[in-house]
Structure formats: C-alpha cells, structure tokens
C-alpha cells in the first residue's frame, strides 16, 4: 500500500510526445511531386544532406527520388534505383506508372509508402523514396549505408576459453550471430520500434516451443508501454522493463556475449536485442545467473564448479568485510582472536584517525582512483594505479594516516567486487557494502548481520518476469539447485533450467515444464 | 503485470516452519529443560513433541476442513460472528505474546553479548525495524528468505551443534531412565514452547498450494527442528551437567563456543550466532507478518502492509515496558505452561466444534 508507492512500479502511464507538423497531420499522399516534395522539405527542414533527384520527360517532372545523403548507399541507389528509372524513361517504352515503377526497382524489401508520415520516417532511416508523375504511389528502397564497429571480443566479459564474438552495435548482425548458430525453425524473432524520435529497433528472439508463452507475451507488453523520445542503450529498455524500480540489484541480464544470449535462449528464456547497443538483454534474470559465465561451461566441470565457488565466495567477501571489520575494531574487539586483538591495537595507537574515519577515507580514496581510472586512457591508466594505488597507499601507510591492515582490508574487498561476472550485479555490490559499513559501524557485529538480513528480505521480494529472483534457492527449485554452487556436468545437464518454467523441460523431449516449489 | 503466483509449496512452507521452530525454540530450551527435569531433561522435549504430532493432526485436519481460508475466516463461521471475532481476537493476542516476548528476549540477549554499552530502546528500534521490513514482504517473500538462508544456516547450525559434542560427558546426561514424579510431565509442558509457532499454520494455509503434502511438510519441518533442539539439550547438559546449565543466562551459546576444529576455527560460536540470528529475524518477521495479516482479517479495512507500520509502535512499547516493568525470565516461564494450555486447548475446542457443528469441508471450502 504505502510502500508500494516507494517500492514497487506503478502502473506506466505513458509520456505523451507530440512529434509531426500539423501538415502531415492524415499524412494522406496527394498533390503533384512537387506539392509532396514541398511537404517533406517543411516536415524535415531542408536539411543540408536531403538530395532530390527529378528525372524529366518532355519537360515534365517524371519521377523523383528523394534521400539523405548521409545515410544512403550512393553505389546502390545509382544502381538499383537511378539507372533503372532513366533507363526507362529514355527507352520510352510506355508511361511511368506505379506497376512499372515495381518492376524496374530491382532493389528486394522495397515497401510501397501509404502515407507521408511513414515515408518520412523512412526518408530519415536510410531509405531512398522514389515518387512518380501521377503520385500514384510512394516507394521506399532501403539503402542504408553507415560505419559499424567490426565484430570483436566483447570488453566487459572476456574469457579465455570460448568464442571471442561479441555483440558490436548493428542489430543485423546480432542477430545474424543467432541465427547462425541457432538453426532452428522455432527460433521465433519479433521487431519492435521503440523511442518517438530515435525509432530504435529492438528484436525479441525466443524459442517459440520453448519460452514460457506467459513471459513472451509479458516481454511485448512491457516494451509496448515504453513511452520516450530516445532510445540510445539498452540500459533505458531495462529500466523501463524491469518489476521493481527502487532497486540496486539488476533484474535483467545484460550481456555483450552472443553465446550467453544463445544459451538463455536454449535455456527458454527471451533475449531483447536492441539496435546501437552491444548490450542486450535476457529475461527473466534471477540472482544466480550473475554468477555464472561462459568459461564455466567452457572448462571441465570440476574447474567451472571451482570457479564459481570463488566467485560466489569472493561477493560475500567483498560485501560483507568491511561491516565486519569495522564492526570487530570498534565494537566487538572481542570476537577477534586475542592475538589479532593485540596487533589491531597497536597499529591503532598509531594512526589519527578512529576506525571508521580512517576506513572511510580509504575507501572514498579508492572509490575516487577507480573512477578516474574507468574512463581514462589506457597509458593514463597505469599511471593512475602504479601512482594512486601504489605510491599514494604506501605513502598514506608510512605517514600514519592510515594502517596497513585497513589498506589490506579495503583493497581486498575491492579487488574482490569484481568476483560478480556481470557489471551491473557488481554496481549494486558496490553500493551496498556501505550499507553494511554503516551498520557495523553503529550496532557493531549485529547491525551487520540486522543490514544483510534486510538486504536478503529485499532480495526475497524481488522478481524477474514473475520468477523469483532468488530462484532456485528461493523458491527451492532442487534441479537448479544442483546446477547452482555446482557446474553440473554436460552428461547430466539434460534438463531445461524449471525456474523459467519452459514450456520443454527436457532439452531432447517434450516433457511439460513444472512448477516452482 | 505478469500474474503472480500468490501461494506457496511444500519446500516454502517446510522452511519457514523450520526457521521459526528452531530459532525461538533454541535459545532457551537447554535452560528450561535443566531448570525443569534436571540432567535428564531431555525426556521433557521428547514428551512434548510426541504431543506435537497430534497437534499437527489437529491444525492439518482444520486446514482440509477449511482449505481456502485462514482461521481468522473461519473462525465465524465455526463459532457463530461474535464467539468467531473474539476467538480471532485471542488467536492474534497470543502470537502478539509470542512475537513481543520473543523479540524482546532476543534483543536482550544479543545485547548483552555484543552490544553491552548500547541502550535496549536502540536494540529494540533496529529489531523492530528489520522485523517490520520483513514483515511488509508478505508471505512469499518472507518464505523465500527463509528457504534462502536455510541451507546455509542449517549446515552451520548443525556444525556448531555437533561439533558441541567433543566436551561431552555421558555422566552429565544420567540418569537417562530416571522418573522423578510428574517432573517430566510438567518439564515437557515446559517444553512444549518451541511448538508455539505451529499455530501460524491456521493462518498460511490457505497459501499452500499442495494441499495434500501439508501434514508431511509441517511434521517434517517440525521433527528436524525438534532433533536440532534436543541435540542442543543434551549437548548442553552433556557438556556442563544441569546445574552447570543455569549458571549462564545463554548456555547455547558457551555450549557452541566450545565447539572447535583445530588449527583450523577456534570457535563455532559466532558462526552459530550468525545462523541463529538471521533465522530468528525470519521466524520473528513471519509471526510479525501473521499478526498483521491477521488483524487485517479479522477487522476486514486495510491490508497486512498498513498493518506492519501500525502495528509498529504498540510492539516497540510492548519490548520497552516488558523490559522496564517485568523480568521477562520469569514471566516466560507462566507464559509457558499458559501458552501450552492455550494451544492445545485452542484447536481442540476450534475442531470440536467444527466437528459438531459439522463446519468445514466442501461447504465452506470457498
């Protein structure tokens, strides 16, 4: 109730953005060329790199061909689109009318405009409108042209073993990854355009006989109910979509692999590519998927196994330490091992500071190198480590300000953040270590576990696409469980994760997905 | 929004039983089970779980009779309006008891221990708040926590307790076949108080999605809680004999304090303590949860989440006065003997009558 206003999402009420001008308000395509070429030079503004080519027959205005310069493949629109037309009109063969005009656009996905406002629309997405004399019809050639990023390996999660592919910001051919491993029939792929203003294209890929049908259509709605004026990553699209708002923790899966997207996939979950972004989406995300990566299944099992017990492990270090440690210095010196004690007091009478000043220094201080390093240079960069990490800490040691087991304490931990395999897990880590701090800070040992109880509570409250974020833990989902702490082996691995409650649980069969516990 | 699933299964269910039986049943029972019986103390607990399976049999039974409603709901429809709503208003005063003595008891004794220089009020404000945010999750929230943390906590508990053993002495525990009088009877109604929480069950059921599992998930949650607190009796009469027991105000604590690996952990008593105190955090935040629920039946305005912050002031002045007013030890031990007579006595007289009255099955099933 009252919560819930805090908490929980409201119901989205849409943003109304009013884009258009008021001449194309029924966008109905009427006139001669030149009226609708004068439409389209007010709606747009004449841009500088609008280009209208006439093609005149007896005098008379025969067709034209309008595009963006800038946009447009110029070897392309010379050979699908100009050659042809004055081809045809010197050849005089018969009248240029909309049946001809069909024939003799050779370029394929050329799509018939019904109305000024999509023929815009698609002026400004690279395709090149060509209208003839009797303005009997408006046809779009797509003929987009612009500079991509090569396919290269993705930079947040490398690994060492596995496919180096990682997603680049052209939707096409994120997409052409998929299919290319996925040859499926039943690899279902859906478009939708999202944001007023920028059009961007979003793609929802799901195996049909696989995917929770609840959750596709879930997924359509979601995204239906965005209202913007921009898309320019798919952070705004996991924002919008996600069930709790007032949250740290990530409640879809953001990955630049396209093996991971491929596994979710198999696994019956929906991956939302989403164009100009090398990050895409997967629903539903519970909690444990930001633990696992690639490698694990890359490696033998045993190894994979390994390192996520390390990983998980480090998380629960690097969050909970500091409380800990600050909770043990101030509040609780007696919990420690009395030679522990011993040491901690006498490096204490040396330093200035009380405990939690000194370790809040620290830390701020690290905090402040790891931003400046995030977006530097890479030369800068290691100047930035070997001068604040190593020379500022060293001399922060020697001069007092702070001890050496503080440095060793806050590093670890830092260092241990990045334990989490997924950016976004890692972020919400980061933050709510100092919650943790905080509360050790001021009820000692029990106001740690009081936070990391509360912090659990909220987690318990969450939920990805109706599945619970703690699945398979909560609810105790015993197939997953195994495969959880575990890289169960491929040999054993011959069930569907039930926790996205697919409609196949079997990977071979056709067994009925069951329920959460 | 996708539909939500508002119920839970077996596993949630056999979860939350476990965390709330264990961790309000723990701390106290090695005391009272040396204070009442003596060395053979044990016996108390194992007499009162025997009368806990009938127990269950009883809440499972009222819980098929009335498989789509809380006791709150059914409670009129069983005893007539009026008999229904005081009945209801007993019911909640009751886990308000346990609720208010249990948080108190809990924050006093974690005070003690760690926050000796802080005042209660402050323990108390931090409990309280961590409880209410619990609470405010709602059934499955609440549940998934517990099944979260439990394995965890279980493997840690079990550690801390087994490990316990190494000071054991046989000696301490006899004589194991003594029957002194009706000590044993009147220790196991002592006893009974870890099995409070079972009454809990007449309001989740109607959440439950596998009906026909509900006898089975409550004895088992309830028979793995009752081996972990009897393991902790006779370990810690085992370690420090009766007597030796009532010297500490929390003997579960000194008794997982002498549970060590070597060269590899001094002590498991902070592990234990981590364990114990997350799993009392959730059994207090579900019974915190039942309360409100509750009350939000019983008066029909508002629901359970308004419920958790009004409730909020009247349970932080019920911990405050309790401690500045009463020794909770000493009236605990009446709320014991009263508690077990309510219990019992509440669900016979409830089935009773729906027996009678021939109340319950399909008729009322909706």
């Known amino acids: 109730m009252f919560f819930d206003k805090f908490l929980k999402s409201p119901k989205k009420k849409p943003i109304p953005i009013k884009i258009g001008s008021s001449v194309l308000k029924h966008g109905e395509i009427k006139g001669s060329i030149d009226d609708i070429i004068q439409v389209i030079l007010q709606s747009t503004g004449s841009p500088g790199d609008l280009v209208i080519r006439r093609f005149e027959d007896n005098g008379d205005t025969a067709a034209a061909v309008i595009y963006l310069e800038t946009l447009v493949d110029g070897n392309l629109l010379g050979q699908h689109v100009i050659e042809p037309i004055n081809k045809f009109i010197q050849e005089k063969t018969a009248v240029l009318g909309a049946s001809q005009l069909k024939l003799i656009i050779s370029a394929s996905k050329s799509v018939e405009v019904d109305n000024l406002h999509n023929g815009i629309e698609k002026l400004l997405s690279g395709y090149a409108l060509v209208i003839i004399g009797d303005v009997s019809i408006i046809l779009a050639v797509p003929l987009l042209s612009f500079a991509k990023r090569p396919i290269e390996e993705a930079v947040t999660e490398k690994t060492i073993k596995g496919p180096r592919e990682g997603f680049n910001e052209t939707l096409s051919d994120n997409i052409s990854m998929i299919r290319r491993s996925i040859k499926d029939p039943n690899l279902k792929l859906e478009k939708k355009i999202v944001g007023e203003r920028t059009k961007t294209e979003i793609a929802i890929i799901y195996l049909n006989d696989v995917a929770n049908p609840d959750i596709v259509q879930e997924v359509h709605?979601?995204?239906?109910?965005?209202?913007?004026?921009?898309?320019?990553?798919?952070?705004?699209?996991?924002?919008?979509?996600?069930?709790?708002?007032?949250?740290?923790?990530?409640?879809?899966?953001?990955?630049?692999?396209?093996?991971?997207?491929?596994?979710?996939?198999?696994?019956?979950?929906?991956?939302?590519?989403?164009?100009?972004?090398?990050?895409?989406?997967?629903?539903?995300?519970?909690?444990?998927?930001?633990?696992?990566?690639?490698?694990?299944?890359?490696?033998?099992?045993?190894?994979?196994?390994?390192?996520?017990?390390?990983?998980?492990?480090?998380?629960?270090?690097?969050?909970?330490?500091?409380?800990?440690?600050?909770?043990?210095?101030?509040?609780?010196?007696?919990?420690?091992?009395?030679?522990?004690?011993?040491l901690e007091a006498s490096v204490r009478t040396q330093v200035p500071f009380p405990a939690i000043l000194e370790m809040g220094i620290t830390f701020f201080a690290f905090e402040v190198l790891r931003e400046a390093s995030a977006r530097s240079p890479v030369n800068i960069n290691m100047i930035l480590g070997v001068g604040g990490g190593i020379v500022m800490g060293l001399a922060a040691i020697n001069a007092g300000l702070v001890s050496g087991i503080t440095v060793t304490v806050v590093v670890f931990c830092v260092l241990a953040t990045f334990c989490t395999s997924n950016l976004a897990k890692e972020q919400a880590w980061r933050w709510i270590r100092y919650v943790l701090f905080a509360a050790g800070a001021v009820f000692g040992f029990i106001g740690v576990i009081c936070a990391g109880v509360l912090i659990l509570a909220h987690m318990a409250s969450l939920k990805s696409f109706g599945v619970s974020y703690l699945a398979p833990w909560g609810p105790p989902i015993i197939v997953d469980m195994a495969d959880s702490p575990i890289r169960l082996p491929w040999w054993l691995s011959y069930r569907r994760p039930p926790t996205y409650r697919p409609q196949q649980e079997d990977r071979l069969g056709k067994n009925e997905g069951e329920d959460e516990a | 929004m996708l539909k939500e699933k508002t119920g839970i299964g077996p596993g949630l269910l056999f979860m939350i039983l476990y965390a709330t039986l264990f961790s309000l049943g723990v701390m106290q029972s090695p005391y009272v089970a040396a204070e009442y019986i003596g060395n053979n103390g044990y016996w108390g607990l194992v007499l009162a779980f025997v009368l806990t399976v009938g127990l269950i049999i009883l809440l499972n039974s009222l819980g098929r009779k009335f498989p789509k409603k809380s006791i709150i709901q059914y409670l009129p429809v069983v005893c007539g309006t009026f008999l229904g709503k005081i009945l209801g208003l007993i019911y909640l005063t009751f886990i308000f008891a346990i609720l208010i003595l249990s948080s108190n008891m809990t924050a006093l004794q974690s005070g003690t221990y760690f926050l000796f220089r802080t005042p209660s009020w402050a323990i108390f404000l931090l409990y309280l708040g961590v409880l209410t945010y619990i609470a405010h999750q709602g059934i499955e929230g609440i549940t998934r926590l517990a099944a979260f943390i439990f394995p965890v906590t279980f493997i840690l508990s079990l550690m801390a307790i087994g490990f316990s053993f190494q000071s054991f002495e046989l000696d301490n525990i006899r004589p194991i076949f003594f029957i002194d009088g009706l000590k044993i009877p009147l220790g196991a109604v002592q006893l009974f108080y870890p099995f409070f929480p079972l009454i809990t069950v007449l309001m989740i059921y109607p959440y439950l999605t596998e009906k026909r599992k509900g006898f089975k998930t409550i004895l088992g949650a309830t028979t793995l809680a009752f081996f972990m607190i009897l393991a902790t009796i006779i370990s810690g009469i085992g370690n420090y004999s009766a007597p030796g027991v009532l010297r500490y105000s929390w003997p579960v604590i000194e008794v997982t304090r002498k549970a060590n690996l070597p060269f590899i952990l001094q002590s498991f008593g902070l592990f234990f303590t981590v364990s114990w105190l997350t799993l009392t955090l959730t059994g207090l935040g579900f019974l915190y949860y039942i309360l409100a629920e509750g009350i939000a039946q019983l008066l029909g305005v508002l629901n359970y989440k308004w419920f958790t912050l009004i409730l909020f002031p009247i349970i932080y002045s019920g911990m405050i006065l309790l401690t500045e007013i009463i020794e909770v030890r000493y009236i605990f031990s009446f709320f014991r003997v009263s508690g077990f007579v309510f219990t019992i006595g509440f669900l016979l007289f409830v089935w009773l009558l729906a027996v009678i009255r021939r109340r319950g099955g399909k008729k009322d099933a909706a």
């Open chain 1, 221 to 342: 709605k979601r995204l239906e109910q965005i209202k913007i004026d921009g898309i320019l990553e798919t952070g705004y699209i996991a924002e919008f979509i996600s069930d709790r708002r007032l949250t740290p923790f990530p409640l879809v899966q953001e990955t630049e692999r396209s093996d991971k997207v491929m596994s979710a996939i198999l696994e019956g979950r929906v991956a939302i590519l989403v164009d100009r972004s090398s990050f895409n989406i997967i629903v539903p995300a519970t909690s444990n998927e930001f633990y696992q990566t690639a490698e694990d299944f890359y490696f033998n099992w045993i190894t994979g196994t390994a390192l996520r017990l390390i990983r998980a492990i480090g998380t629960i270090i690097a969050v909970t330490l500091p409380g800990f440690y600050l909770s043990m210095v101030t509040i609780n010196p007696e919990l420690l091992p009395p030679s522990v004690v011993q």
